[in-house]
DNA sequence: GGAACTCGCCAC
DNA sequence: AAACGTGGCGAGTTCC
């Protein structure tokens, strides 16, 4: 049955969320825009002797003579015909409407030096095309103001545009700094990320109250370091020591929160291959001793796999499939069941409501009917954040203002006079008074501070917590 | 000549 | 049996 009072709660919700983000889009963020003038020039520089390293390919030259005056390097319908009927290489897969696919990961396992070249091009026009260009394009005096919507998510997320503020590049160290070193706080002040820790699968816990994961939220105990034990035998995972780190962010990213949101082993096992230096290739009868990364003794992954009868990735996938196995229907067990039980009643329903209130219907598969609540609820746990921060900082008269947010994070352009009270109030009502009022909240809530120093752009931000007293 | 689609790629 | 969830955006391509 649909709850009607939290429904109608939802609604409210939505409209003071959509205030509140109006107050961040109306603070906007700073960026020095002599700078980006700076380094789009040199991007633009990078991008010409970029090209001109590719005329000089094998690859080019192919293309150049397939397609003459209308050669585009940008064009990847160009490139598939250039790779697979003039060249006549093997494809690695298909598109979604079933060309044959040109991306990085298919190119890069075409064994053909000449692709590197290629996507050194890509990556350079993307910082500056969609980044650089998009801050010169929207900023008005020197400060952007992305939108924050709330009306465009089937999920009930955010989205943001003009520009986008939730994809500012992160993992790849040379785009992050590029596009990131031109964003700054006001003269005087300084940057503040604030980060709920694994929000989403704490708030999934709140729907599938699985006891093995309420232990592992309520313990502070590790989840990715023991399925890294599990899929790859280890007695211990010591993060401090590179290749255990590793194996941790493999078993994290390849596994765990794939299978979260409903991905299968087979996938898995491409996934962590790549994160520990192994070829996937199911044509492969047995890894060279050589291969992959190195335990500190000197023996290579490999060969650790080989001695627990892994010798191939066949092996591996027979191996990541007892693991699935034993995830869900062992350790995850409450969780699995949860799962299929809100399938069924969705199924049955129609529809289904999430524990903030909204109601998704439609057609929906059943990872899209999983993920959807747990996503939706975890954003509103910020987003009610961010209604009582505005109100707060409106109300005590802050100069620092909240800027930015990205799902499960905020960014504060503070005062540095007001940094302790800011810190103190921000860490109170996303930790302590939302779980008091959201009563369904019943795992603990953590978040995670970076700080950059006064006038110093967002690379700069350095992990940071309240100090005592 | 512009709307709509496709692909690739960035984020969570 | 089925098989990775949500967006925005640039550039190329297709369609009208």
Redesign the pocket.
């Known amino acids: 049955m649909i709850d009607k009072k939290k429904l109608f709660d939802a609604y409210l919700f939505f409209h003071e969320g959509q205030l509140a983000l109006a107050e961040i889009e109306r603070a906007g963020i700073r960026i020095d825009i002599e700078k980006c003038l700076a380094v789009r020039q040199d991007l633009s520089d990078k991008i010409s002797a970029c090209e001109e390293e590719f005329k000089k390919t094998f690859l080019f030259q192919t293309w150049e003579k397939t397609f003459s005056d209308?050669t585009?390097?940008?064009?990847?319908?160009?490139?598939?015909h250039v790779l697979f009927k003039v060249l006549k290489l093997k494809p690695i897969k298909?598109?979604?409407?079933?060309?044959?696919?040109?991306?990085?990961?298919?190119?890069m396992q075409l064994g053909i030096a000449d692709v590197n070249v290629l996507?050194r091009y890509?990556?350079l026009?993307?910082?500056?095309?969609?980044y650089l260009?998009?801050f010169i394009?929207?900023q008005t005096d020197g400060v952007l103001h992305?939108?924050f919507?709330l009306h465009?998510?089937?999920?009930y997320?955010s989205?943001?545009?003009?520009?986008?503020f939730?994809?500012?590049?992160?993992?790849?160290t040379f785009?992050?700094d590029i596009t990131r070193k031109v964003i700054f706080p006001r003269k005087g002040h300084q940057l503040l990320e604030v980060?709920y820790s694994g929000?989403?699968v704490s708030i999934a816990a709140c729907y599938h109250k699985d006891p093995e994961m309420l232990k592992y939220l309520k313990s502070g105990a590790d989840l990715h370091s023991d399925l890294a034990k599990k899929i790859f035998n280890v007695p211990v995972i010591d993060k401090t020591i590179p290749v255990y780190k590793k194996l941790r962010d493999a078993a994290k990213?390849?596994f765990v929160?794939?299978?979260?949101?409903?991905?299968?082993?087979?996938?898995?096992v491409d996934?962590i291959c790549d994160w520990i230096g192994l070829s996937p290739s199911r044509e492969i009868k047995e890894w060279d001793d050589s291969a992959g990364i190195k335990f500190p003794s000197g023996l290579t992954i490999a060969q650790h796999l080989k001695k627990q009868g892994i010798k191939c990735p066949n092996d591996f996938e027979a191996h990541m499939a007892r693991v699935?196995r034993w995830f869900w229907k062992e350790k995850f067990k409450v969780y699995d069941e949860w799962k299929s039980k809100w399938v069924t009643s969705y199924q049955k329903q129609g529809y289904f409501q999430t524990l903030t209130g909204f109601i998704c219907k439609g057609e929906?598969?059943?990872?899209?009917v999983v993920?959807?609540p747990i996503?939706g609820s975890a954003f509103h746990c910020l987003l009610w954040s961010l209604i009582q921060l505005v109100k707060i900082q409106k109300k005590e008269g802050w100069d620092s203002r909240i800027v930015g947010q990205?799902?499960?994070?905020m960014i504060v352009d503070v005062n540095p006079a007001e940094l302790m009270h800011v810190a103190k109030v921000i860490k109170k009502v996303t930790c302590e008074d939302l779980p008091r009022v959201w009563q369904w909240i019943i795992v603990p809530l953590s978040v995670e501070m970076e700080l950059c120093p006064v006038d110093s752009d967002w690379t700069c931000k350095k992990l940071w917590e309240i100090p005592e007293t």
């Open positions: 209308r585009n390097i940008l064009s990847n319908v160009q490139l598939e298909a598109t979604a409407k079933g060309r044959n696919a040109t991306d990085e990961e298919s190119l996507l890509r990556k026009r993307k910082i500056r095309d969609t260009e998009g394009r929207e992305p939108f919507n465009t998510v089937r999920t997320r989205s943001s545009d003009h520009p986008n939730q994809n500012i590049p992160r993992r790849d785009a992050r980060d929000l989403e990213n390849g929160f794939p299978q979260f949101y409903g991905d299968y082993y087979k996938n898995n996934r699935e929906m598969r059943k990872n899209e993920n959807y996503q990205i799902h499960d994070s």
